[in-house]
């Protein structure tokens, strides 16, 4: 079952991985990226969102900002030293650890995304589609989500509407080598059981952009996060 959103804000930053330290942000917005915006809406484990399209509306712009980044994460090692040791720091200092960094980042942003749900092995007996898909349609009609959307970094809010029956807005008319994007990662899990990750595995594609929509192989969809 499908929607259709129009998303937009005022700056957005997809993060290649190739420049993840002085961050540098894809063209246009990754499925996985999209995906997050409407699974902050609705998501449950009986369901998974596959995009299906997204449409570029605004022209693509760029701006160079300094932003405040921490240099390291905590550990799991110095988690594990916190819970037997309570000496120990369980937390990051962020004044002794805290670096301006550059970002090229994505301005004035605006996408029509169309995806859907399917349902997956982890669904109930109470799980059907109809229930998932009423529950996703109230929530995007009134504006209502469980967590903030986000284009990319959290401090780059995201703001989304249901689009039903009205006409969609024209994409931009250009045409454009995107190059390699990431699609999503997939998470190979510990037997059937939802919880436990062994694996996380990035999938790739080459992305196109042609009179400013770009599609998503089909054969991608059924290969990660089944």
Same mark, same amino acid.
């Given at each position: 079952?499908?929607?259709t959103?129009r998303?937009?804000?005022?700056?957005? $930053?997809?993060?290649?991985?190739?420049?993840?330290?002085?961050?540098?942000?894809?063209?246009?917005?990754?499925?996985?990226?999209a995906?997050?915006?409407?699974?902050?809406?609705?998501?449950?484990?009986?369901?998974?969102?596959?995009?299906?399209?997204?449409?570029?509306?605004?022209?693509?712009?760029?701006q160079?900002?300094?932003?405040?980044?921490?240099?390291?994460?905590m550990?799991t090692?110095s988690?594990?030293?916190?819970?037997?040791?309570?000496?120990?720091?369980?937390?990051?200092?962020?004044?002794?650890?805290?670096?301006?960094?550059?970002?090229?980042?994505?301005?004035?942003?605006?996408?029509?995304?169309?995806?859907?749900?399917?349902?997956?092995?982890?669904a109930?007996?109470s799980?059907?589609?109809? &229930?998932?898909?009423?529950?996703?349609?109230?929530r995007?009609?009134?504006?209502?989500?469980?967590?903030?959307?986000?284009f990319? $970094?959290?401090?780059?809010?995201?703001?989304?509407?249901?689009?039903?029956?009205?006409?969609?807005?024209?994409?931009?008319?250009?045409?454009?080598?995107?190059?390699?994007?990431?699609?999503?990662?997939?998470?190979?899990?510990?037997g059937?059981?939802?919880?436990?990750?062994?694996?996380?595995?990035p999938?790739?594609?080459?992305?196109?952009?042609? &009179?400013?929509?770009?599609?998503?192989?089909?054969?991608?969809?059924m290969?990660?996060?089944?």
């Amino acid at each position: 079952m499908g929607f259709t959103l129009r998303v937009w804000g005022d700056y957005a $930053c997809f993060t290649r991985p190739e420049m993840k330290v002085e961050r540098v942000s894809y063209d246009v917005i990754t499925p996985s990226a999209a995906r997050a915006i409407f699974e902050a809406i609705h998501w449950k484990p009986a369901i998974r969102w596959v995009i299906d399209e997204i449409n570029v509306i605004k022209p693509i712009k760029f701006q160079t900002i300094m932003r405040n980044e921490v240099e390291s994460v905590m550990s799991t090692q110095s988690i594990k030293k916190s819970i037997n040791n309570k000496e120990e720091q369980f937390y990051i200092d962020s004044n002794k650890v805290r670096q301006q960094r550059n970002s090229m980042v994505l301005k004035d942003v605006e996408y029509i995304i169309k995806a859907h749900f399917e349902m997956t092995k982890h669904a109930g007996g109470s799980d059907d589609e109809k &229930k998932h898909y009423n529950i996703f349609l109230r929530r995007a009609r009134n504006g209502e989500c469980f967590s903030q959307p986000y284009f990319g $970094c959290r401090e780059f809010s995201c703001n989304f509407e249901l689009l039903e029956n009205e006409d969609l807005p024209l994409n931009i008319q250009e045409t454009r080598d995107l190059g390699w994007m990431l699609y999503d990662i997939d998470f190979v899990k510990k037997g059937d059981s939802y919880k436990g990750v062994k694996e996380y595995n990035p999938k790739f594609f080459r992305a196109e952009m042609i &009179k400013g929509k770009v599609t998503i192989p089909k054969n991608l969809q059924m290969e990660v996060n089944k």
